[in-house]
């Protein structure tokens, strides 16, 4: 079950690359990160073969063996080198220089530093100083690609837990929502958000903003393109952000957090329009 979760995200960017030129560049890449993740979530699941399940009252992200991660980080940062687009790999390379002090540095800044606060709009284009917000930004999003999976293994080997109330963030990791989830429920559809560490799914309010608490119907909008009616952008005219969410009754065969990076478009759209978005992918969009 575990490993087909991860096969069906790497057919997914294979498929969607072949059908959005637009954003092939961007799903070859996820699919490279797809690959490295599913090997890693795999050593990590040998690592740790017959532990207990982690008991629902402790916080994930108490939990950080740098004794099980740190050997698994040069074969990524070289993966992602030949891999990556220009900026990730510069920053890649100039983490690999740095040596295990580095990368420890990098690692737990992500995982304890507040999740929120790591990642800022957006780094992909254009070049860099070192030392620059998008440099800083980039070593943040190299330690979240790698952290995924371990964050992941985590959230799959905890013992379940009921949650009260509809969180904004993840109520396993603290995490953001990468975003949202629309599924069959009666005569209309159910909302859940994708947490963008653990993957943790959890039960969301419909007309609700996750940023700002925002309720009222007036203020809460969603747009959608026809050539990708099952992916929406669901915006909140108080705070101006944004967050996606991909409707599966539309088109079941879509795998949220791939069609999230496919859907591009509807970033430019929503950034030309004022919005700022929630939460960044792995590509820093």
């Given at each position: ?174 995490a953001l929502p990468i975003v949202g989830v ?104």
């Open positions: 079950m575990i490993p087909a979760k991860w096969d069906r995200r790497i057919r997914r960017a294979n498929d969607l690359a072949s059908s959005s030129p637009f954003a092939a560049e961007a799903l070859t890449f996820y699919e490279h990160v797809a690959k490295f993740q599913k090997g890693l979530y795999a050593n990590i699941q040998n690592a740790l073969k017959g532990t207990k399940k982690t008991p629902a009252t402790r916080p994930l992200r108490d939990e950080l063996d740098l004794f099980l991660l740190l050997p698994q980080f040069s074969p990524f940062l070289s993966a992602i080198e030949h891999a990556a687009p220009k900026l990730l790999a510069q920053a890649a390379s100039g983490l690999a220089s740095q040596g295990p002090a580095g990368w420890q540095q990098a690692i737990e800044h992500f995982w304890f530093a507040g999740l929120e606060n790591s990642l800022t709009p957006p780094v992909i284009e254009g070049p860099s100083a070192p030392g620059s917000s998008a440099e800083n930004t980039a070593v943040s999003l190299l330690a979240w690609i790698f952290l995924q999976p371990y964050a992941e293994f985590l959230a799959d080997h905890r013992e379940s837990e009921v949650i009260d109330g509809t969180p904004s963030t993840c109520p396993l990791c603290g629309l599924r069959s429920e009666g005569d209309g559809a159910k909302k859940s958000l994708l947490c963008m560490l653990c993957a943790h799914e959890w039960r969301f309010r419909r007309v609700y903003c996750p940023s700002c608490g925002e309720e009222r119907e007036p203020q809460m909008a969603f747009y959608s393109a026809p050539e990708i009616a099952h992916v929406r952008v669901d915006v909140c005219d108080t705070c101006h952000t944004y967050l996606k969410s991909v409707d599966l009754t539309k088109t079941g065969l879509a795998v949220p957090v791939v069609d999230e990076i496919a859907t591009i478009p509807l970033d430019v759209w929503a950034l030309q329009h004022g919005y700022r978005k929630l939460q960044l992918n792995i590509l820093g969009i």
